[in-house]
């Protein structure tokens, strides 16, 4: 049942993004359905009854899902429909990832209760953490956009979107509350690894390249936070940070998941 959710709420984003500009409070409520109707297929994508769901595809779903909450909760207080018509088309197409890219099941039976909290948190804070990814790419290419020539009939479509956007300041703030609340979370999931690792496996880490790699990017977000609030870092420095993190990230969970699915095809236990 879950792949026919996922292509209805693809469908549905798809069309949320096509409706005229004066109908965009009804486009905002046709994405809601959306976002619904994706979130009722990850759950039953990732609970199936007595296991857990884990993957790459499962992962970026789950990310953009959140993404687009969080889109819809500033667009309450700032002007952020530029950034929902460019969410949108990326929502659809990780909707939909799962549905080629299954991933593996993870049976609960005889697993320790820590075990689903750490996933679900981990999952969380890549979710978080992916906003904050995309919010940073979208800031980048406002920054080189403010900086050229505009007027260009190649450009008219990017000019109409970036207009929408809130001044670079504002999406400078709104990046930091996500980095700070990835941060968070990812705290939380190197902590409760720890304490999942020592119960299963005896040890407090084991270092593999995604212990390592998750590490590493856990320092980057810390020397940001650091940086921004001891030094008042901004512009570019910050963005290289955000992006770098979020990349070594990406290449601890996603990457390795990616890896072994679709390129070693082997299972994940």
């Known amino acids: 049942m879950q792949i026919y959710l996922s292509f209805l709420a693809a469908t549905i984003y798809i069309v949320s993004i096509l409706l005229p500009e004066r109908w965009l409070d009804v486009a905002k409520g046709i994405s809601a359905l959306a976002w619904l109707t994706h979130g009722v297929a990850l759950w039953l994508t990732i609970f199936p009854e007595g296991?857990?769901?884990?993957?790459?595809?499962?992962?970026?779903?789950a990310a953009l899902w959140v993404s687009v909450f969080v889109c819809w909760l500033e667009n309450r207080n700032q002007s952020l429909d530029g950034l929902r018509l460019l969410l949108m088309p990326n929502a659809a197409l990780m909707a939909l990832l799962p549905g080629f890219f299954p991933g593996s099941l993870v049976t609960l039976a005889g697993r320790t209760d820590m075990f689903p909290w750490h996933v679900v948190v981990a999952l969380l804070a890549y979710s978080t953490l992916t906003i904050a990814a995309f919010h940073a790419l979208v800031m980048t290419v406002q920054d080189k956009h403010l900086h050229q020539l505009r007027g260009s009939r190649r450009r008219v479509w990017l000019n109409g979107l970036i207009d929408k956007l809130p001044a670079l300041l504002t999406m400078e703030k709104i990046l930091f509350r996500f980095v700070l609340l990835g941060f968070v979370l990812l705290t939380l999931t190197v902590l409760s690894g720890v304490i999942f690792s020592e119960q299963v496996l005896g040890v407090a880490f084991k270092w593999d390249h995604k212990t390592?790699?998750?590490?590493?990017?856990?320092?980057?977000?810390a020397i940001l936070l650091a940086g921004r609030y001891l030094r008042g870092w901004r512009g570019k420095t910050v963005l290289s940070f955000t992006l770098s993190g979020f990349i070594t990230l990406?290449?601890?969970?996603?990457?390795?998941?990616?890896?072994?699915?679709?390129?070693?095809h082997r299972s994940l236990s």
């Not at 990406?250 to 070693?264: H, I, M, N, P, Q």
């Open 51 to 61: 296991a857990l769901r884990v993957g790459f595809a499962v992962m970026l779903s």
């Open 212 to 221: 390592i790699l998750s590490l590493l990017s856990w320092l980057l977000f």
């Open 250 to 264: 990406l290449l601890a969970y996603v990457g390795s998941r990616f890896v072994l699915e679709v390129l070693l």
